[in-house]
């Protein structure tokens, strides 16, 4: 069946590093990629997200490509804030109802 | 406009208890989703109601769930008897058809 891997976490780096947090997947048809953000004491927000392959997301200083050729969606960005502290799930859907496949999420802590 | 809002917000229950979770999708939206992460795990998908109807209950873990949507508005989510293993957070998303899928903040559920 389909799955999500991404990197376990946490990973803590300072203000201004660059991130990058690895997703690769693997799924029977083409899916679409997601990456969802979950800030402490809220819910899951849909960050970016790619339907085909080549296609770039981004938003808020995030981006990801989906890269079809080593099934990979990984999350980059070039300098990150406090408030970037969160928990990141990468997911994938092949269901036309938009049924989501999560990984297992990387927290990221970001210091002063 | 509202988001999608869940009640309770956290939940502590003995084992062999009921507890009824509450769901209520953004308004219009006829897609309904539950979704639970086990501490630590990756979020999983439980089910699907498209209005009123299961369109897909496939991620349902055995016959202590039972989840309704009355009249294709609001859903609950009902665990008797629930099992220590039943502990984690339980999301709801909406959606429209071919839209974003947007979450709730979730229930935290602690069974003891």
């Known amino acids: 069946g389909d799955s999500v891997t991404q990197m376990e976490g946490p990973v803590t780096l300072s203000e201004e590093a660059f991130l990058t947090i690895n997703c690769t997947y693997t799924?029977?048809?083409?899916?679409?990629l997601f990456w969802y953000v979950q800030y402490p004491g809220e819910g899951l927000q849909l960050l970016l997200k790619a339907t085909k392959a080549d296609d770039k997301g981004s938003n808020k200083g995030f981006e990801a490509t989906y890269r079809k050729e080593t099934t990979s969606f990984h999350l980059e960005k070039g300098s990150v804030q406090v408030s970037d502290s969160a928990v990141y799930f990468c997911a994938l859907t092949t269901d036309s109802w938009g049924k989501l496949q999560f990984g297992a999420g990387t927290q990221v802590v970001v210091t002063p | 406009e509202a988001g999608v809002t869940q009640f309770p917000s956290h939940s502590v229950i003995e084992k062999g208890q009921t507890v009824t979770l509450r769901c209520d999708p953004i308004?219009?939206?006829?897609?309904l989703y539950w979704y639970r992460r086990v501490m630590g795990k990756e979020i999983k998908f439980l089910l699907h109601f498209v209005k009123e109807s299961k369109q897909d209950e496939s991620g349902m873990p055995n016959n202590r769930f039972l989840a309704e949507r009355t009249g294709g508005t609001y859903s609950t989510l009902k665990v008797q008897p629930a099992e220590l293993e039943d502990s984690g957070v339980y999301f709801c998303?909406?959606?429209?058809?071919?839209?974003?899928?947007?979450f709730g903040e979730g229930s935290w559920l602690t069974v003891v």
């Open positions: 308004s219009g939206h006829d897609n």
């Open positions: 799924a029977t048809g083409y899916p679409s």
């Open positions: 998303a909406s959606s429209q058809e071919g839209n974003t899928i947007y």
